[in-house]
């Protein structure tokens, strides 16, 4: 049974993003990076790039594949968690806290609303 926190929202790509904290952070999903089992290597985006919703930003690697991670809402990436270059492993342990990949400044907070709420996301991954 995956851990699927209740204040997040969710793209059917299995990122979350925590759309209460300004600028908002964004992860991969306990359900993500237990398909993906060990993340061995993160390709952070770089800062200042401005993205839209569903562009693909960064990648994921594992020992199983490479993921494609893409944004949940339109923004500026204003902030790249460091810890993972050295420690990707650390998406595998704390994927909600610690393990979150990039922080975006929305420029369209409305986005956020139209992705899934917790129960929607339970539902998605069954």
Request: glycine letters at 8%; charged letters at 20%.
């Given at each position: 049974m995956s851990n699927v926190p209740d204040n997040l929202r969710y793209r059917d790509s299995h990122e979350w993003?925590?759309?209460?904290?300004?600028?908002a952070p964004v992860g991969i999903t306990d359900h993500a990076q237990a398909e993906l089992t060990d993340v061995v290597f993160v390709d952070p985006p770089k800062l200042g790039t401005q993205v839209s919703a569903?562009?693909?930003?960064?990648?994921?690697?594992?020992?199983?594949?490479?993921?494609?991670i893409y944004a949940p809402v339109s923004g500026e990436i204003v902030a790249v968690n460091e810890t993972l270059s050295n420690d990707p492993g650390l998406l595998n342990r704390d994927p909600y806290?610690?393990?979150?990949?990039?922080?975006?400044?929305?420029?369209?907070?409305?986005?956020a609303d139209a992705l899934m709420n917790a129960e929607a996301y339970r539902k998605h991954i069954g």
């Open positions: 993003i925590d759309p209460m904290q300004d600028p569903g562009q693909q930003v960064c990648v994921i690697e594992s020992v199983k594949a490479a993921s494609d806290l610690g393990g979150w990949i990039f922080k975006i400044k929305p420029s369209n907070s409305a986005e």
